[in-house]
């Protein structure tokens, strides 16, 4: 037994507790040992083993009475309450100090600031609301939809559709008078049957005591009263209730259809100032002075969100569906008045046309997010490109990165002088030769070091304003598109016969399908130059509807973005148009394609010196358009980072074995012959293991056959039509299929050359 808290019973002998004899008296056992006679006789082990006998332990302790015991009891419980008082003020502490407390407070105090001002909203919005609710019930007593129908089906001259709208609502008003004949006729039938039953109940009820009826009918009696209090209870708590629910039904009837109360909530985040909801929006939208969309709120119509406003990048997105006779390109032409209802400035304002005319896409920035720089380019220290993949361009007006392609692209840059353009395209060029297979030609139609820098890196380089630099740019493009021939014929030879060259492709030095990046600053000086500006303009719109997926990339960049300066086929087909600031829509449209200053993308918002190196690009992402701001890599008076990228560009190509192609040689590759080949590494064998011949042809010439798998070697021979015949259970070539083969290959063209003569001469 124990008292509580676990206190032991003084009278109480426990099951594990030995008593210990005290020491009386002792007797020497050995030299220097006692023991005490009592212990002699013990039955412990340590009996008739004196060197092995145990001091016994003495235990001090005190026995309390039970008003002790009960005194220890409450000081136990104190402490433990304490303890407990103080863990929870530390949980109290660490919540009131806790970040979402401090808001939690700020909103409270902030929202007992404006109660007056938000119970005068609430009771505008419930007075609204009832308004709304009266217009409604008007407009369905009245058929108001159907006969607007009418009307306009009159105004249109439209007769089949006014008579079906008429025909609409002659049907609806039948079945209306036939829904209220049949409610009335239940309502008749209910009364008949219930009425006489409810007569006689209140007779008796009122001619007898409930002590005077049968058992049973008491009982009745006493269930209808139960069901009476019930409802007399349930009325009590309706007619409470439902004053309440119709308030707040009217408030958000005559509310902003926008889903949260955001005037009772401040922003949940930092930058409360560039808070955007579809409350704002539509307000904005509404005073625009649009006549269409004005008479669309005056009547009480509410805006269709497709894709409510979101948090997107550095700033909010939403879709909206405009209403009839109200088209996105509208919205567009008043940008800088919806900008300035939104609280923004027009380059932190972007509608837009969606999938459809009457689609709204609208992007608002945050305050301020636009006015920094992209930072420092991610490729600045370290790192290599895959140009199939992308190159880090800058970042989109929604902050991420953008990395853009130049494989299967084109380019057209531009803008006012000294906005960026030459920097975006050195951008370009230094992501491009960061990959060791790519290969660059550069030429600038001006005295400009921009590229200067590169010229290690460069394949070709031209600078200057003279005649031989517009010379030796056009034979760049007669040279790139006579090697697009040529690409065009390898792409045919190989197993497969891809459409297009690939990253595969482009790592086999032997086939010559590397990346192919031509570009040229101040193209305009070239398009105009009275000699070689037509047919420079001509090649130029054949490489680029041709050359992209022979790896052949243009990049073009000019301050004269117009007709006359500027082809307009090659505006029309560039994959990439980029814009820095403009002067007027023709230049914008010169740069971006035609129609788009009209759709709200342009250029002309963008301000001198305030937004150097933003830009408005399109065909950089799947999106409609992008506002970029675009990293810059200095090359500068006292600052040269470019050199630096360019000598760790060229310890990448030594890495892998590969050198700058120069272009005072030949450097076109020789073609591979597969045949050839194959007849070689047979060599004396009649029939050879496709396995062996596959690991064959790798010893032979790595470079071309390193990648190759048995798909590969199977495409290549149905090309050449050598057949795979089976010898033992295994897939074998034979030497002389291969050799019929090369003869079969090669005898057109001898035939060819011998009966050419004989032809001309014939004619």
């Known amino acids: 037994m124990s008292t509580a808290l676990g206190t032991p019973d003084p009278h109480e002998q426990p099951d594990n507790v030995r008593h210990l004899r005290p020491v009386t008296d002792t007797v020497t056992d050995a030299p220097g040992r006692q023991s005490s006679p009592e212990a002699a006789g013990d039955a412990s082990p340590a009996a008739g083993h004196p060197s092995l006998a145990v001091e016994p332990k003495v235990f001090d302790g005190q026995v309390l009475t039970p008003e002790q015991s009960a005194e220890v009891d409450r000081r136990l419980a104190r402490q433990a309450l304490q303890r407990s008082a103080a863990a929870a003020g530390r949980v109290v502490r660490v919540i009131a100090e806790s970040d979402r407390t401090a808001r939690l407070k700020a909103v409270t105090s902030y929202r007992l600031r404006h109660a007056p001002r938000d119970v005068a909203t609430l009771l505008g919005y419930s007075v609204r609301g009832h308004w ?30 006014r008579r079906t709208a008429q025909q609409m609502i002659r049907d609806d008003a039948r079945a209306r008078w036939a829904r209220l004949a049949a409610v009335v006729r239940r309502a008749a039938v209910t009364g008949a049957a219930v009425g006489p039953v409810a007569a006689v109940l209140v007779t008796v009820n009122a001619l007898l005591e409930r002590h005077e009826m049968w058992t049973w009918l008491a009982e009745v009696y006493g269930v209808l009263d139960v069901i009476g209090n019930v409802l007399r209870w349930l009325l009590t708590v309706l007619l409470v209730a439902f004053p309440v629910g119709v308030l707040v039904a009217s408030v958000f009837e005559g509310r902003d259809k926008t889903p ?21 929006i539509t307000a904005a939208l509404a005073h625009l002075g649009i006549g269409p969309l004005a008479k669309f709120f005056k009547d009480g119509g509410q805006l ?29 032409a008043q940008r800088g008045k919806l900008a300035a209802n939104l609280g923004r400035s027009s380059l932190e304002t972007w509608p837009t046309k969606g999938d459809e005319d009457g689609v709204l896409d609208l992007w608002v920035a945050d305050k301020g997010k636009l006015a920094g720089g992209a930072g420092e380019w991610p490729l600045l220290a370290d790192g290599s490109v895959d140009v199939f993949e992308g190159v880090p361009f800058g970042l989109t007006q929604r902050g991420t990165v953008i990395n853009a392609m130049l494989f299967e692209s084109n380019w057209l840059i531009g803008g006012r002088p000294g906005q960026g353009k030459s920097a975006a395209m050195r951008t370009l060029l230094l992501g491009a030769s960061l990959d060791p297979t790519v290969e660059l030609w550069t030429f600038v139609m001006g005295e400009s070091p921009d590229f200067e820098p590169f010229r290690p890196r460069l394949s070709r380089y031209a600078m200057g304003m003279d005649d031989t630099v517009a010379e030796q740019a056009l034979q760049a493009l007669r040279d790139a598109l006579a090697e697009m021939e040529r690409r065009g014929k390898v792409l045919g030879e190989q197993p497969g016969k891809p459409p297009k060259t690939s990253r595969k492709l482009a790592d086999k030095p032997g086939l010559g399908l590397h990346l192919l990046v031509l570009a040229i600053d101040e193209v305009h000086e070239l398009f105009q130059h009275k000699t070689y500006g037509a047919e420079a303009a001509e090649l130029a719109v054949r490489l680029i509807k041709r050359g992209r997926k022979y790896g052949i990339v243009l990049v073009l960049a000019t301050q004269s973005p117009t007709k006359e300066s500027i082809p307009r086929e090659v505006t029309r087909n560039v994959s990439c148009g980029v814009a820095f600031a403009v002067a007027d829509h023709v230049a914008n449209d010169g740069l971006l394609g035609a129609g788009k200053y009209k759709a709200g993308i342009r250029a002309t918002d963008l301000r001198m010196k305030t937004d150097r190196g933003t830009c408005v690009a399109v065909g950089i992402t799947d999106n409609v358009f992008e506002l970029v701001r675009t990293f810059y890599v200095p090359f500068e008076d006292g600052r040269d980072e470019v050199t630096p990228v360019i000598a760790r560009a060229l310890r990448l190509i030594e890495e892998t074995g590969r ?76 030497a002389e299929d291969v050799a019929t083969a090369i003869t079969e290959r090669d005898e057109p063209a001898e035939s060819d050359d011998d009966t050419g003569p004989a032809v001309t001469a014939g004619i």
Do not use: C
Not at 262 to 279: K, N, Q
Not at 317 to 332: E, N, S
């Open 659 to 734: 050198t700058v192609a120069d272009h005072t040689t030949d450097t076109t590759p020789d073609e591979v012959d597969h045949l050839a080949d194959m007849a070689a590494v047979i060599g004396d064998d009649k029939r050879v293991r496709t396995a062996v011949l596959l690991r064959r042809l790798v010893e032979h010439n790595h470079g071309e056959y390193g990648d190759w798998t048995f798909q590969d070697l199977k495409a290549a021979l149905d090309t050449a039509r050598v057949p795979v015949r089976k010898s033992d259970g295994n897939s074998v070539v034979r």
């Open 304 to 332: 269709t969100y497709t894709v409510p406003a979101r948090v997107d990048g550095d700033g909010t997105y939403a879709q909206i569906k405009l209403p009839m006779g109200v088209t996105a390109d509208m919205v567009a």
């Open 132 to 161: 709304r609710w009266a217009v409604k019930g008007w407009n369905w007593l009245t058929y108001a939809d159907l006969r607007s129908d009418v009307r306009n089906a009159r105004l249109a001259g439209d007769a089949e559709a």
């Open 260 to 280: 949260g109360a955001g005037f009772l909530v401040r922003p949940d985040r930092d930058d409360a100032d560039s808070w955007i909801d579809e409350r704002m």
